[in-house]
């Protein structure tokens, strides 16, 4: 177990190495950073000053492990556009992202789980195929056209939901949240829908197909033999056999959605990381971009990493196969 644990480690550590060579190439030769920080009035002295305090006269070698160096302490900079400290900007603005994201998830599950039941168990009825015309449709959308429709449906022309910002919030610490204000969770409706929305059909699709296999298996069919109603049978035995790939699908998406957030976000002009991300592009705020890959791709790899090591947990297969890929190996 802890040679599987060790090895899904390196992995990881791999890929952020990897994440952050592309983060340094972005950062160092994308324009020159002593031009964007400096207005053009800035004397040779201030600029040869700020190159020193850069780093940027050390070889390109010793820049890459200066940036890595920094980044692991959270350190990024400072933004071109904000003039502040980028760990704490993004840090500002990663609570209202969360929130989106922790929301969206929820609604997939709620939402998604049920309709993937139903249309395993009721496959034939018209219910289960129009579900699953919706679910294809919800698949194929653009989630800026979906955003757009519910803005102009729900917020144009009924009034019942805000079509931009964030609400009021309330912090806590330096968390910030609107789950605690009415003008907060009206905000969330219409963006969380948004987002999980692709996340609920593939849910749905994904409990549909794994219901019908369980289904299928003689556990099941002794049950049924056994005389278990069918509620005992569909939602104690056979849903049960179905969560442990949902969970897994779930935990995966997360850093997914964490990382497409930023259309949904840029739709809703909803203030979290990815909306910072859009404007760091459009004023090329590099350093805001550097630090956004970074912590976005760290979300992803550490979710991913914990998915693996759940998966080793659970199932002693995975531990055994790499116990002897290994032994081959050598």
């Given at each position: 177990?802890?040679?599987?644990i060790?090895?899904?480690?390196?992995?990881?550590?791999?890929?952020?190495?990897?994440?952050?060579?592309?983060a340094?190439?972005?950062?160092?030769?994308?324009?020159?950073?002593?031009?964007?920080?400096?207005?053009?009035?800035?004397?040779?002295?201030?600029?040869?000053?700020?190159?020193?305090?850069?780093?940027?006269?050390?070889?390109?070698?010793?820049?890459?492990?200066?940036?890595?160096?920094?980044?692991?302490?959270?350190?990024?900079?400072?933004?071109?556009?904000?003039?502040?400290?980028v760990?704490?900007?993004?840090?500002?603005?990663f609570?209202?992202?969360?929130?989106?994201?922790?929301?969206?998830?929820?609604?997939?599950?709620?939402?998604?789980?049920?309709?993937?039941?139903?249309?395993?168990?009721?496959?034939?009825?018209?219910?289960?195929?129009?579900?699953?015309?919706?679910?294809?449709?919800?698949?194929?959308?653009?989630?800026?056209?979906?955003?757009?429709?519910?803005?102009?449906?729900?917020?144009?022309?009924?009034?019942?939901?805000?079509?931009?910002?964030?609400?009021?919030?309330?912090?806590?610490?330096?968390?910030?949240?609107?789950?605690l204000t009415?003008?907060?969770?009206?905000?969330?409706?219409?963006?969380?829908?948004?987002?999980?929305?692709?996340?609920?059909?593939?849910?749905?699709?994904?409990?549909?197909?794994?219901?019908?296999?369980?289904?299928?298996?003689?556990?099941?069919?002794?049950?049924?033999?056994?005389?278990?109603?069918?509620?005992?049978?569909?939602?104690?035995?056979?849903?049960?056999?179905?969560?442990?790939?949902?969970?897994?699908?779930?935990?995966?998406?997360?850093?997914?959605l964490?990382?497409?957030?930023?259309?949904?976000?840029?739709?809703?002009?909803?203030?979290?990381?990815?909306?910072?991300?859009?404007?760091?592009?459009?004023?090329?705020?590099?350093?805001?971009?550097?630090?956004?890959?970074?912590?976005?791709?760290?979300?992803?790899?550490?979710?991913?990493?914990?998915?693996?090591?759940?998966?080793?947990?659970?199932?002693?297969?995975?531990?055994?196969?790499?116990?002897?890929?290994?032994?081959?190996?050598?």
């Amino acid at each position: 177990m802890l040679a599987f644990i060790v090895r899904r480690v390196f992995n990881a550590v791999g890929v952020m190495l990897a994440v952050a060579l592309l983060a340094f190439v972005i950062f160092r030769f994308v324009g020159d950073p002593v031009d964007m920080m400096l207005n053009e009035q800035a004397s040779q002295t201030q600029r040869d000053e700020l190159r020193e305090r850069l780093g940027l006269n050390a070889s390109v070698g010793m820049q890459f492990v200066h940036f890595v160096t920094n980044a692991a302490q959270g350190e990024f900079g400072i933004s071109y556009r904000n003039q502040q400290d980028v760990f704490a900007l993004v840090a500002e603005r990663f609570p209202a992202t969360f929130e989106l994201v922790l929301m969206a998830t929820l609604l997939s599950l709620i939402i998604g789980v049920p309709l993937g039941v139903l249309t395993a168990i009721y496959r034939k009825s018209r219910l289960a195929q129009a579900l699953q015309f919706v679910s294809i449709l919800g698949i194929s959308l653009p989630s800026f056209v979906v955003g757009i429709m519910l803005i102009l449906i729900f917020s144009v022309q009924l009034g019942w939901l805000p079509g931009f910002g964030r609400g009021d919030t309330v912090k806590i610490g330096w968390w910030t949240t609107g789950l605690l204000t009415p003008s907060g969770r009206a905000a969330l409706v219409l963006p969380s829908i948004t987002l999980a929305l692709f996340q609920i059909t593939l849910i749905m699709r994904l409990v549909r197909a794994e219901m019908l296999e369980t289904l299928r298996t003689e556990f099941i069919k002794f049950a049924r033999a056994r005389g278990l109603p069918d509620r005992v049978v569909h939602f104690r035995l056979a849903l049960r056999n179905c969560l442990m790939p949902v969970i897994t699908v779930t935990g995966m998406q997360i850093g997914n959605l964490i990382a497409f957030a930023l259309i949904t976000e840029t739709v809703f002009q909803w203030p979290g990381m990815g909306l910072l991300f859009i404007q760091s592009v459009m004023f090329v705020d590099i350093p805001v971009m550097a630090a956004y890959l970074v912590i976005v791709s760290f979300i992803f790899v550490a979710l991913n990493t914990l998915v693996d090591m759940m998966y080793g947990v659970v199932d002693p297969r995975l531990r055994s196969q790499h116990v002897k890929g290994g032994a081959n190996a050598h």
